[in-house]
């Protein structure tokens, strides 16, 4: 059964960073695509970047600007978003998502998804 649980949601102030986490668990992981989606209150979902498993390379959203960086640890088979100089508008729930696709489509394509973690950031 595919698990993906994120954690590392919480409450910051403008400026701060934060990391997010996603466990992974009962995928192959070959061929796969993990991505970070967050959905604020009154918006629709939307990507804000993915990572190849097998290649590591990443694909982002443009309105990311080198503020996040999405990893992967093999090891650890965990995803991580690290967010740095966070504004307000990044409050959002964030989802960890998989799909056996290119990254550069998984926005495209039915995936699997976390509960969410929760971001808040104050200004």
């Known amino acids: 059964q595919v698990q993906l649980i994120e954690s590392g949601g919480r409450l910051v102030q403008a400026g701060d960073s934060l990391r997010l986490s996603c466990a992974v668990s009962g995928l192959t992981f070959n061929n796969y695509a993990m991505g970070w989606f967050r959905q604020a209150p009154g918006k629709e979902r939307e990507f804000v970047a993915a990572i190849s498993w097998e290649s590591a390379n990443t694909h982002y959203a443009d309105y990311v600007e080198d503020r996040f960086t999405i990893s992967r640890d093999i090891a650890e088979a965990t995803v991580f978003l690290q967010m740095a100089s966070l504004k307000p508008e990044d409050t959002a729930v964030y989802y960890c998502?998989?799909?056996?696709?290119?990254?550069?489509?998984?926005?495209?394509?039915?995936?699997?998804w976390g509960q969410g973690t929760q971001v808040t950031v104050s200004s």
């Open positions: 998502a998989a799909a056996p696709v290119p990254l550069t489509i998984i926005h495209l394509v039915n995936k699997r």
